[in-house]
């Protein structure tokens, strides 16, 4: 069975999949990096987030691994280059919280320009001052985005209806599209209203947004990072406020962060960092851009996801599970499926009602099953696409992670599943075009 080693608390989805799918899953959260280091070489995966550096020591030892996970978005937290040398397959997870980074540059934003911030706490605080809180409005504005990856591009989306002109620059040609046009660097500093940094922290963005770069823009602009904190100089983004070259900031992320993102450096704060948070034209927030309840789940699914996809489905699921384990359903069209039931009733004796008749039956560890007869009308789409005049219902185990393999396999999975009281539901075609329902069930609630 493979093993994966998880070293951080994660949605309980991650591990529920893991396991229904059959890998052997165990927590560590604990053990320093060395003692994980002792072990690593049992495992065929690990699951991180940011609680330790994966460098050579650490991929030197994991002799077994398969794939290294990261629940987030960037890698730089692992020797990316070092491990793809050794076999080892990279996963992030981008695609879970982008949507959620380019809502909270977002919030940022018309935070910033409408002084919610201050308003608020003055309004708290008794004072009810209108015209030094006058806000700013996007509409008209340009907005300049460094870095046009999964997160640049999740924010442009937001900007849509905003009447603003969004530029991007990125060190990849051609990553422009209909929400944001690539421009080179000086056009977007000498247009850009807004800045929003979307980089990854390498050599070149380490740093990047200092005075020289600050500098090089036409006109005051607001700053929003959600990026990485090291990717701008405090001490000159501080000088700049004071400056008014930049007009105010949105900081979910610290120049002066740990590596975990859980908390600041040290404990002394230093002086710029003091200066925005006593500014009323900032707002910093402790990286939580991307750390939304949707988020949690969404970031959980896609590693899930992304692991079954590395692995052979087929001996992923047999290594433990059935697929099929029973009839769940045979439907068919009718022309007046009253009369057809009725006609069951009486000449084969099926026990009919509303729906069509339920037949029940033990599985092999003695518990009640379902199956189900129903006819429907035969101008029914509940078969479509498929022609046929019937749909088999067939009961499975697993069904989420069985219509991942599915996929993966090449099987045309229609729609999304779906979950009631009773189980749930997917739908899949067979090569000869006949619509399958896959049922999960939950037989107990129609006793
Ligand atoms: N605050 C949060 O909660 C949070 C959440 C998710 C991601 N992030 C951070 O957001 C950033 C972007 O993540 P992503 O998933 O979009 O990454 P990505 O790799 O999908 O996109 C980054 C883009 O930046 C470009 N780029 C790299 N170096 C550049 C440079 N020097 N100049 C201009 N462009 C450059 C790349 O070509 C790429 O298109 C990362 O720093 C990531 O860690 C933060």
């Known amino acids: 069975m493979k093993r994966i080693l998880h070293i951080d608390g994660n949605h309980p989805l991650l591990k529920n999949q893991l396991e229904a799918a059959g890998f052997r899953n165990e927590d560590d959260f604990t053990s320093t990096k060395q003692e994980i280091e002792a072990k690593i070489a049992d495992y065929d995966g690990i699951v991180i987030r940011s609680r330790f550096k994966v460098d050579k020591t650490f991929i030197d030892k994991a002799v077994n691994l398969k794939f290294i996970a990261r629940v987030g978005a960037g890698l730089e937290s692992i020797d990316c280059d070092y491990a793809s040398a050794k076999g080892i397959a990279l996963i992030a997870a981008p695609e879970g919280n982008r949507n959620a980074v380019g809502e909270h540059a977002l919030g940022m934003i018309l935070s910033l320009f409408n002084n919610l911030n201050r308003a608020n706490a003055e309004v708290k605080s008794g004072k009810w001052n209108r015209e030094s809180n006058r806000g700013h409005e996007l509409d008209g504005k340009t907005v300049g985005i460094i870095g046009y990856g999964n997160m640049g591009k999740a924010f442009a989306k937001k900007l849509r209806g905003f009447d603003v002109t969004v530029l991007c620059y990125d060190i990849v040609p051609n990553v422009g599209d209909a929400n944001a046009k690539q421009v080179a660097l ?131 699921v047999e290594e433990r599970q059935e697929r099929v384990t029973g009839i769940g359903g045979f439907f068919l069209k009718a022309k007046n499926p009253n009369e057809l039931k009725e006609w069951y009733r009486n000449h084969l004796g099926l026990n009919t009602d509303d729906y069509g008749c339920t037949f029940w039956w033990k599985d092999k ?80 609630v129609f006793l």
């Not at 003695?366 to 189900?372: I, L, M, N, V």
């Not at 697993?398 to 999975?413: I, K, N, R, S, Y």
């Open 365 to 444: 560890n003695g518990a009640d099953c379902s199956t189900q007869w129903s006819p429907f009308k035969d101008d029914t789409t509940y078969f479509e696409p498929s022609k046929k005049e019937f749909m088999q219902n067939f009961r499975v185990q697993h069904l989420e992670q069985l219509l991942v393999h599915l996929e993966a396999e090449g099987v045309t999975v229609l729609g999304e599943m779906q979950s009631f009281e009773y189980g749930k539901f997917g739908w899949i075609m067979d090569c000869e075009q006949n619509k399958i329902e896959l049922w999960e069930p939950i037989d107990h």
């Open 186 to 316: 000086h056009e977007l500093q000498e247009q850009s209203d807004v800045l929003s940094l979307h980089i990854p922290w390498t050599p070149e963005t380490d740093k990047m947004v200092n005075e020289h770069f600050i500098n090089a823009f036409a006109k005051p602009f607001w700053l929003i990072n959600t990026a990485r904190g090291k990717s701008v100089v405090t001490s000159d983004l501080a000088k700049a406020l004071q400056e008014k070259k930049v007009l105010g900031a949105g900081l979910d992320v610290l120049e002066y962060e740990k590596l975990s993102f859980e908390s600041f450096a040290d404990a002394e704060v230093p002086e710029a960092l003091q200066y925005l948070m006593d500014a009323d034209n900032v707002i910093l927030s402790p990286h939580i851009a991307g750390w939304t309840f949707e988020s949690h789940a969404k970031l959980a699914q896609t590693i899930v996801d992304k692991i079954l996809l590395l692995y052979n489905p087929v001996e992923i």
